[in-house]
């Protein structure tokens, strides 16, 4: 409401800023600009908004294979469960404001409602008078202004005895000021105003708004009876004399003939003013300002939606767990970063699914629930299931294969003993079949290591990995399994492949790994890793994709 209420607020002012570019042109012009300013109060962008959401943007499919350590996952996931949730408060301030708004609103309304049977009560009084127009004209006794009355069907109100205080030509002007309200549609606008302030009676912009609708329709009117070649000192006398006679009407929805700034409108009378037309910059400039309107807030519902479906899409997660080779303790804390997955991570739109490798096959224990309920007592009993001769690949295998016939996209939780360095046509079928279904695997192991996808024909013990160190990062390449000198270099491109950093260094091989340390912000990451054999210029090379949290 208060996004809304500023929304409406600076609108208001920039219709305002087009009434002063238009100000010597036609009253009807400005008077819509009136207009828009109030309906704008009525209808929130949010309502734009949400149509341009409704167009909905297919993302193209996003499949990695990443590997995270369970500790970590453990420590990131249970952190928001170390602090006590805070006491609650009541909340006053809301019950208040609403009883006020209520009160100023009910008192908006009977005021209205009472001036409006004062008005039945005129109408119901009158008879008819014989003059020829295209809605009806009666008389009526009071000392009420000429005026229309009714939407649906308009009723031309004229007060008694009031041929007696103009002439034929006055009269007949007057009766064509009103008639211009009629075909103006100008009751039906006032009445929608008139709900505007009641909603929005706290808001001052409201009230200075129905201020100009007023000036501007009674101007409106005017420039349409001079148009007419109705004679100006005749018209403007005729305003002057039911001034004099009358009372103006109590309701801004009857539309009278006294209305607005008298002086001013007799002084456009008399000089019989005429408005210049519209040229081309101004009608643009109209178009355009129309088109910023509609436009703006549905494409803001357009990218709100494609940026909706790229950076958090409706997930299906799949947790699949292999204890095959994992002992008691971490199998604890397996089912421990599962549950706090379920609490902490877990949205109110994620469907999730438990999964455990029994005797080489996937098995589903849970299928896919929104209701966190059914899950965290099926994590809390997971057992170690008997074990067949499978790999982590062939693992993978089985559980994308499972979940290639759904549709969406899916992530696949794989809960391992460690990091399996399985490459070859085995790590090609898994990494198309993952591609293929539209499925993102996440490879949680006990080892502490951050590994990716293998390429080229180096190979060793302990693949190259990326592990957190503080606030730091460090680059780990073994080189035990090569000999002579080698030089390594390393490229680190964030997600949109620029580069962020790198380091080059000549060393000999030895059992440690050789390290290099970076300071990397959150986001995610790609690093090129090129090992040269120098007796032999034999390259080697291996891509790591890692995240820092």
């Given at each position: 409401?208060?996004?809304?209420?500023?929304?409406?607020?600076?609108?208001?002012?920039?219709?305002?800023?087009?009434?002063?570019?238009?100000?010597?042109?036609?009253?009807?012009?400005?008077?819509?600009?009136?207009?828009?300013?109030?309906?704008?109060?009525?209808?929130p962008f949010a309502l734009l908004i949400s149509l341009g959401s409704r167009i909905h943007w297919q993302p193209a499919p996003n499949t990695t294979i990443v590997t995270a350590t369970l500790a970590v996952a453990v420590q990131r996931i249970a952190a928001p469960f170390a602090t006590s949730p805070p006491p609650r408060t009541i909340d006053w301030l809301t019950p208040a404001l609403a009883a006020?708004?209520?009160?100023?609103?009910?008192?908006?309304?009977?005021?209205?409602?009472?001036?409006?049977?004062?008005?039945?009560?005129?109408?119901?009084?009158?008879?008819?008078?014989?003059?020829?127009?295209?809605?009806?004209?009666?008389?009526?006794?009071?000392?009420?202004?000429?005026?229309?009355?009714?939407?649906?069907?308009?009723?031309?109100?004229?007060?008694?005895?009031?041929?007696?205080?103009?002439?034929?030509?006055?009269?007949?002007?007057?009766?064509?000021?009103?008639?211009?309200?009629?075909?103006?549609?100008?009751?039906?606008?006032?009445?929608?105003?008139?709900?505007?302030?009641?909603?929005?009676?706290?808001?001052?912009?409201?009230?200075?708004?129905?201020?100009?609708?007023?000036e501007e329709r009674e101007r409106a009117c005017d420039e349409a009876v001079l148009s007419l070649g109705r004679e100006p000192r005749d018209y403007a006398d005729a305003i002057v004399r039911v001034c004099r006679a009358y009372l103006e009407s109590p309701l801004v929805c009857v539309s009278g003939v006294t209305g607005a700034n008298l002086k001013r409108r007799i002084e456009a009378i008399m000089s019989n003013y005429r408005a210049q037309t519209l040229n081309r910059w101004k009608t643009s400039l109209l178009a355009g300002a129309a088109l910023a309107v509609l436009a703006c807030p549905i494409l803001t519902g357009v990218v709100m939606q494609v940026h909706a479906q790229t950076a958090s899409p409706?997930?299906?997660?799949?947790?699949?767990?292999?204890?095959?080779?994992?002992?008691?303790?971490?199998?604890?804390?397996?089912?421990?970063?599962?549950?706090?997955?379920?609490?902490?991570?877990?949205?109110?739109?994620?469907?999730?699914?438990?999964?455990?490798?029994?005797?080489?096959?996937?098995?589903?224990?849970?299928?896919?629930?929104?209701?966190?309920?059914?899950?965290?007592?099926?994590?809390?009993?997971?057992?170690?299931?008997?074990?067949?001769?499978?790999?982590?690949?062939?693992?993978?295998?089985?559980?994308?294969?499972?979940?290639?016939?759904?549709?969406?996209?899916?992530?696949?939780?794989?809960?391992?003993?460690?990091?399996?360095?399985?490459?070859?046509?085995?790590?090609?079928?898994?990494?198309?079949?993952?591609?293929?279904?539209?499925?993102?695997?996440?490879?949680?192991?006990?080892?502490?290591?951050?590994?990716?996808?293998?390429?080229?024909?180096?190979?060793?013990?302990?693949?190259?990995?990326?592990?957190?160190?503080?606030?730091?990062?460090?680059?780990?390449?073994?080189?035990?399994?090569l000999s002579g000198e080698v030089e390594i270099v390393a490229r680190i491109t964030n997600s949109s492949g620029a580069p962020v950093a790198g380091a080059q260094e000549k060393v000999h091989p030895s059992r440690a790994p050789h390290q290099f340390t970076f300071k990397l912000q959150p986001g995610s990451y790609t690093t090129v890793v090129v090992i040269t054999q120098l007796d032999n210029r034999q390259a080697h090379n291996e891509t790591i994709h890692f995240d820092v949290k």
């Open positions: 409401m208060i996004a809304h209420l500023w929304q409406s607020t600076w609108f208001a002012a920039i219709a305002a800023l087009l009434t002063l570019a238009f100000r010597n042109n036609r009253a009807h012009i400005r008077f819509c600009l009136w207009l828009c300013a109030s309906l704008k109060f009525l209808v006020l708004w209520t009160l100023g609103f009910f008192a908006i309304v009977t005021v209205r409602l009472r001036l409006w049977r004062r008005i039945r009560a005129a109408l119901r009084a009158s008879t008819p008078v014989s003059i020829a127009a295209p809605v009806e004209i009666r008389q009526a006794p009071g000392l009420l202004e000429p005026g229309v009355v009714g939407i649906l069907r308009p009723v031309l109100l004229l007060p008694e005895g009031i041929a007696e205080h103009l002439t034929p030509a006055q009269l007949e002007t007057v009766v064509s000021h009103e008639l211009c309200h009629v075909d103006r549609r100008d009751n039906l606008f006032a009445a929608i105003h008139m709900l505007v302030e009641a909603v929005f009676w706290f808001h001052p912009f409201i009230w200075w708004i129905g201020a100009r609708l007023v409706h997930r299906l997660v799949a947790m699949l767990f292999d204890f095959g080779s994992l002992s008691p303790d971490d199998q604890a804390r397996a089912r421990e970063a599962a549950l706090q997955f379920v609490h902490s991570r877990m949205q109110p739109d994620d469907s999730v699914s438990v999964m455990v490798v029994n005797s080489g096959r996937i098995q589903v224990i849970q299928d896919f629930t929104t209701d966190k309920s059914k899950l965290e007592p099926v994590i809390s009993q997971l057992t170690a299931a008997p074990q067949g001769s499978i790999s982590q690949l062939s693992s993978i295998q089985s559980a994308i294969d499972f979940l290639a016939p759904i549709q969406d996209k899916k992530a696949l939780l794989y809960f391992s003993a460690g990091v399996a360095h399985e490459t070859g046509a085995a790590l090609d079928r898994a990494i198309e079949a993952a591609r293929q279904s539209n499925t993102a695997i996440y490879r949680i192991d006990v080892g502490g290591d951050v590994s990716g996808t293998v390429s080229g024909q180096y190979r060793s013990a302990s693949s190259i990995h990326v592990s957190p160190s503080g606030d730091s990062q460090i680059l780990s390449v073994p080189l035990d399994s």
